[in-house]
């Protein structure tokens, strides 16, 4: 039995979560075309036979401007200490190496652990490109493996995961084999609405959004869950705006997560939002805590 650790760390909107989610077959971590979506480390646990592999999705890495990008940069780095392997993503249509990526590249070389070098979006480059990419990469690190994949397509996923099982040790099963993610239903569920709330809005907007859910409650008889969440944003005129004329906007963010709820839990949902300000709660010590970001 091969088992193991592996943390997925790269800059934000690389593809970090997609991969986790492509990985394990199953939505677990929230996907945005807007940077830093992920806010926290998220475990997906993939079952092979005799092996399995706990993956951490963490959030991008980037200059804290808050109190929040402060926390996501501790997880980061407590997330990608003492694992087995380190998979450091990169986007295939990176020009060259860049500031962000030296700067990523020296928090590796620091950490000095077995890391594969995924390459990700191959989709929407040439082949040359790709080559190219890997011949600069390759001078800076002694990577274990570099790994050119679309996470989106699912194209070479396969590869890197049967990599991955070559380079784990031998161990135990850590988790049960019929559980798939260390996050809990109402966590997905906050999630789920904060990536419809990410789709729908722009500029700063998104960036100052958490969700909380208040209740949920199944209507057994009806194989109903009655579910009332709220929606934070960080000033007054950002609530107008998530609301939208007549109530539009609130109204589609909740459509559209209910429908992913709906098919999470198997049953029917009835969705009720409400959008409040928690007036600059990503410099709040307290408000982080009460929003669960530790
Ligand atoms: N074309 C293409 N797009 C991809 C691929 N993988 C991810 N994306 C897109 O890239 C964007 C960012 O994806 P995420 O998975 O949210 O990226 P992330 O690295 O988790 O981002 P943060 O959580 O912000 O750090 C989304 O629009 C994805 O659909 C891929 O293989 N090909
Ligand atoms: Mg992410």
Redesign the pocket.
């Known amino acids: 039995m091969k088992s193991g650790f592996v943390t997925i760390i790269?800059?934000?909107?690389?593809?970090?979560?997609?991969?986790l989610n492509h990985l394990t077959g199953q939505k677990i971590?929230?996907?945005?075309?807007?940077?830093?979506?992920?806010r926290t480390a998220i475990k997906g646990i993939i079952n092979r036979e005799n092996a399995q592999v706990i993956f951490t999705?963490t959030?991008?890495i980037h200059k804290p401007k808050n109190k929040l990008g402060e926390k996501m940069t501790e997880t980061i780095e407590e997330a990608s200490q003492g694992v087995d392997i380190v998979l450091y993503?990169i986007e295939a249509t990176d020009k060259g190496i860049g500031t962000a990526n030296e700067y990523i590249l020296k928090k590796v070389k620091d950490l000095n652990e077995k890391t594969i070098l995924v390459i990700?979006?191959?989709?929407?480059v040439a082949k040359e490109h790709i080559l190219e990419l890997i011949d600069l990469y390759r001078k800076e690190y002694e990577f274990e493996a570099i790994i050119p994949?679309?996470?989106?397509?699912d194209d070479g996923t396969e590869i890197l995961i049967n990599k991955i099982i070559e380079l784990l040790p031998e161990g135990p099963l850590y988790y049960d084999t019929d559980s798939f993610t260390d996050q809990t239903e109402r966590q997905i569920i906050e999630e789920t609405i904060r990536e419809k709330a990410l789709k729908m809005l722009d500029e700063e907007i998104p960036h100052g959004i958490a969700v909380e859910v208040e209740n949920m409650k199944l209507r057994e008889n009806r194989n109903l869950y009655d579910i009332e969440a709220t929606i934070y944003c960080e000033k007054k005129s950002h609530k107008g705006i998530i609301i939208g004329k007549d109530g539009a906007t609130l109204k589609r963010i909740g459509e559209m997560a209910r429908e992913d709820i709906e098919e999470m839990l198997q049953t029917k949902a009835n969705l009720q939002l409400w959008v409040k300000v928690k007036e600059d709660w990503r410099n709040s010590e307290s408000k982080l805590k009460q929003l669960g970001i530790t």
Request: charged letters at 25%.
């Open positions: 790269g800059r934000p909107n690389v593809g970090k979560s997609t991969l971590a929230i996907v945005s075309s807007k940077p830093q979506t992920t999705d959030p991008g993503l990700n979006k191959i989709d929407k994949i679309s996470a989106r397509e």
